[in-house]
């Protein structure tokens, strides 16, 4: 390539799309939680989103978000900022449910000075409970959001329509917030944004206890991101 050549190439690279109307763009909704969307809850169940963003206005900005896989993992990962690249860790690499709560307490460790909020699937909580003891016995102040569809929903959502069994990936609703009482956390269910009234108090106050909330939410369909790896599959 000549010199005059590359010049000109890097001045299209230098404007091109880099235009004054999409640098406005781009700073209006650069951000998931700026892009409009449809409100899913019903009262009953709460839409995920509106959970994550409201979560996202009451926790403070110095936080450590640890997001464990599933059908679910998208929502934490879209709506919670975080404050650095040291502020997210994400076990999906592993392929595997139930690794978040673990990750969670260690990265909590870590960082004692940042608010750890671990993001669990259902499925992944229960296989993980007993740690809920450990983050009890070990005092850590951890913040552990249930995203609670009442089942695998990933694998509800990819092989119900195509009409395999579920009986063995759906269950009955559990009372997740009662299981984290018994192991000594704070626990609110929340059906609804003002359920989260409970959160902001608990962040508010002294944080004596490790708080867990058991979100209800719909689960109407299938994750998109999940829809778009599972098309290839």
């Not at 110095?62 to 860790?89: H, K, Q, T, W």
Request: glycine share 10%.
């Amino acid at each position: 390539m000549t010199a005059r050549l590359l010049a000109s190439r890097l001045t299209e690279l230098r404007t091109g799309y880099r235009s004054p109307a999409v640098l406005d763009r781009i700073a209006e909704g650069r951000r998931w939680r700026d892009q409009p969307y449809r409100d899913l809850s019903t009262g009953e169940l709460i839409d995920p989103r509106t959970l994550s963003i409201r979560l996202d206005d009451l926790l403070p900005a110095e936080r450590l978000v640890a997001v464990d896989s599933g059908n679910f993992m998208g929502y934490p990962s879209m709506f919670l900022s975080v404050p650095d690249e040291e502020g997210f860790c994400f076990t999906q690499a592993f392929q595997s449910i139930g690794l978040g709560l673990a990750t969670a307490i260690g990265a909590s460790l870590a960082r004692p000075d940042r608010l750890t909020v671990a993001a669990l699937g259902d499925g992944g909580a229960l296989m993980a409970a007993q740690e809920l003891e450990t983050v009890v016995r070990l005092g850590l102040p951890m913040l552990v959001v249930v995203y609670n569809d009442r089942g695998y929903g990933a694998e509800v959502h990819h092989f119900g329509p195509q009409g395999y069994p579920l009986d063995t990936v759906a269950f009955p609703d559990t009372d997740i917030a009662a299981i984290g009482r018994g192991y000594g956390f704070e626990a609110v269910t929340v059906r609804r944004p003002a359920d989260l009234d409970a959160v902001a108090a608990w962040v508010s106050g002294p944080r004596t206890r490790p708080m867990l909330i058991d979100a209800k939410i719909v689960s109407n369909s299938g994750a998109w991101w999940l829809e778009e790896a599972f098309r290839h599959h």
